[in-house]
């Protein structure tokens, strides 16, 4: 359900922001330059917070937890990937499902990121920024490569939001490829399969926390 573009993306972050590359800005618009930074000081932190030996699963969930929060907007994600079935749901199932949303992506993505704890961290696999640019109102696009020794890059864009003061990831492309609307897809069938009831994904979501835990 959590798809494998998504992990893809958020383990672009683990790559050492030491030789990530921003691009000259000439008259590059101030919010995506200031964007493009965003992302790099966030992939910054993803080291500084992650990649640590011995560090225990539940360590690794609760510096995830505050790692996704930080750099995504998790409630518009979570909301955007409903879709409209948000809108026919009850608060108490759109409080659970938050919960749900968020639990799935901590408890699966910290297990797969303590692969990049201590030894097993390739120290060759790099996140290159290779251009940003505005879009529309609010947004800004960040380009990026995940630059592999033994294998060719993937591409990797950030759409990032600014909210007030601070800013945020609310999408990530794989290859042109739209996390969030692979996601909504895979929600969405998860609901018409249950007959259209919210009550069918959130049991779902309750299956895969379960598990993951």
Known sequence: MITRRFFIACAALLAFAGTVALPTAGRADARSEAAAKFIQDLGARAIDVLVKPDLGRQ???????????????????????LGRTWNTATPAQQQEYGSLFERLIVQVYADRFAQYSGQNLD????????????????????????????????AVDWRVRQRGDAMKVIDVAVEGVSMSVTQRSEFSSVVQRGGGQMEALLQTLRQRVGSAG
């Open 59 to 81: 360590e690794s969930m609760q510096r995830f937890r505050v790692l996704l929060n930080e750099g995504f907007d998790v409630p518009y994600i979570s909301r955007f990937v």
């Open 123 to 154: 120290v060759n696999e790099t996140l290159k920024i290779t251009g940003h640019r505005p879009e529309g109102e609010n947004d800004a696009i960040v380009t990026s490569q995940i630059i592999r020794p033994d294998a060719p890059p993937v």
